[in-house]
């Protein structure tokens, strides 16, 4: 179950005789991209475990947190797992929580507490931020009905690495009432899938991708998965929009050099602090995405200038080539 019908060979049964997707066992093969709603926690805490297991073939192996949580997932690095023999070998930390290299070949899959370098908040969503309870996907306290909405912006253009930005923002709004009207009244242009929601997303995130992996997704596929195991359960998806925009030019994010004479620190959409050597790469800023500077390691001393979005890198990129400096000239 704790594959979620997302990683894994597609097997129907325990000893892999029978596969889903009817072509020997391919699973859902890269590049792909998932958001996570998931209720249970596998990763064991308590004897025999001890602790998560690092053998994606074992159960409590997604090095889940113990809260209920939403999150991004990708498809792990690229290494063969000894799961299986099919070609779904690959696909057994798909839905691992920290797997993946970060690369242009691997994205990594959202953090939870429990990886190293700690929760991720561009990606792992644990309902801790607007104060909801550990059991928020199941607790009906006023409810356990939410209004999600994603959008992931495709770069038309190449950056300057060769490659091609994602951005992924989402939202995510607990309703008081059945129908969510509540949520919809209170947000106006939540519910509009033509025109782009424009308040802070719940989680944001800029991945870069290859150009290999870009013209794969010029077609793909959409929908959705499930696994609970000997558990069982019901979920309600409804008033379901989708919405295509066109873009025939743009970066759909923007990746930021330090040009401030020296070593400085910065958070990139609020997480992190990390010190960037002068003229050295910051990171990608996505599009409602913002990189914050500082002059100590706590960043609580802002730098001048103190932060770069993506409307400001948009107008510095007067050569067309996604890359900007952090004081916001053209690179």
Request: contains cysteine.
């Amino acid at each position: 179950g704790e594959l979620l019908g997302y990683a894994g060979d597609s097997r129907i049964d325990a000893a892999g005789t029978t596969f889903l997707d009817g072509r020997g066992g391919r699973g859902i093969q890269p590049p792909k991209m998932a958001i996570e709603f998931d209720p249970y926690s596998n990763c064991c805490d308590s004897p025999p475990c001890g602790s998560c297991k690092d053998n994606v073939c074992s159960s409590h192996s997604r090095y889940d947190g113990n809260y209920n949580h939403m999150a991004y997932v990708f498809w792990g690095d690229n290494t063969n797992s000894s799961c299986t023999s099919t070609i779904g070998m690959n696909t057994y930390d798909d839905n691992k929580h920290g797997a993946g290299t970060g690369g242009t070949t691997d994205p990594e899959n959202a953090r939870s507490f429990r990886n190293a370098g700690g929760i991720d908040t561009t990606s792992y969503f644990n309902g801790t931020t607007p104060g909801w309870s550990s059991d928020w996907l199941l607790n009906n306290t006023p409810t356990n009905i939410y209004a999600f909405r994603i959008e992931v912006t495709r770069a038309y253009t190449k950056n300057s690495n060769n490659n091609y930005f994602y951005s992924i923002n989402s939202w995510i709004k607990q309703c008081n009432l059945a129908d969510c009207s509540d949520v919809i009244a209170g947000s106006p242009g939540y519910d509009d899938t033509k025109n782009p929601y424009t308040s802070q997303p719940t989680l944001l995130r800029t991945i870069e991708l290859t150009q290999t992996l870009h013209d794969y997704f010029a077609s793909f596929f959409f929908g959705w998965t499930a696994a609970t195991g000997s558990a069982t359960q019901n979920i309600t998806l409804s008033n379901f929009k989708m919405n295509f925009i066109k873009e025939t030019s743009g970066c759909g994010g923007y990746g930021v050099w330090n040009n401030l004479g020296s070593s400085a620190y910065f958070r990139i959409s609020g997480v992190g602090c990390s010190n960037i050597a002068n003229n050295a790469f910051i990171g990608n800023v996505g599009t409602l995405g913002i990189i914050a500077g500082f002059t100590d390691a706590a960043c609580t001393i802002p730098s001048t200038p103190g932060s770069i979005t993506f409307a400001q890198a948009s107008t510095a990129d007067t050569n067309k080539n996604c890359a900007v400096y952090f004081s916001g000239v053209d690179k």
